[in-house]
């Protein structure tokens, strides 16, 4: 049982991707599901977060108004529309169950898969 995670890519700088993350073994519906991402050298950093209650999404400050995350229950998929990426993007990306932690920002939990690599390079 875990979440995986695909779409990843080499992008030029201003380019986009939509990573996409689906489950193995059970839906999403009830969960709330998070994108996190680590770059070589860097602790692990979350991107953003959906919740299953009210749809509500949580945003790091370095990708705000550039990713939309977005969930689609019916194909039991969450998606991360990545747009004007930069080279500090780049890193390995992973889904996980997520909720906010003490700090503001959030963390994930459970169902950890492989990750996907982006690559944000000239």
């Known amino acids: 049982v875990q979440l995986q995670a695909f779409g990843g890519g080499l992008v030029q700088p201003g380019g986009f991707l939509r990573l996409s993350c689906a489950p193995s073994g059970f839906t999403l519906d009830y969960y709330a599901i998070g994108w996190f991402r680590q770059a070589p050298g860097k602790e692990r950093e979350g991107v953003s977060c959906i919740f299953s209650s009210d749809v509500s999404t949580y945003y790091a400050d370095s990708v705000k108004g550039r990713f939309t995350i977005a969930r689609d229950n019916a194909k039991n998929t969450v998606y991360l529309q990545m747009n004007s990426l930069k080279p500090e993007d780049t890193a390995v990306y992973y889904c996980?169950?997520?909720?906010?932690?003490?700090?503001?920002?959030?963390?994930?939990?459970?169902?950890w898969g492989q990750g996907t690599l982006v690559t944000v390079s000239s």
């Open positions: 996980a169950t997520c909720g906010y932690s003490g700090s503001g920002s959030i963390e994930g939990y459970d169902y």
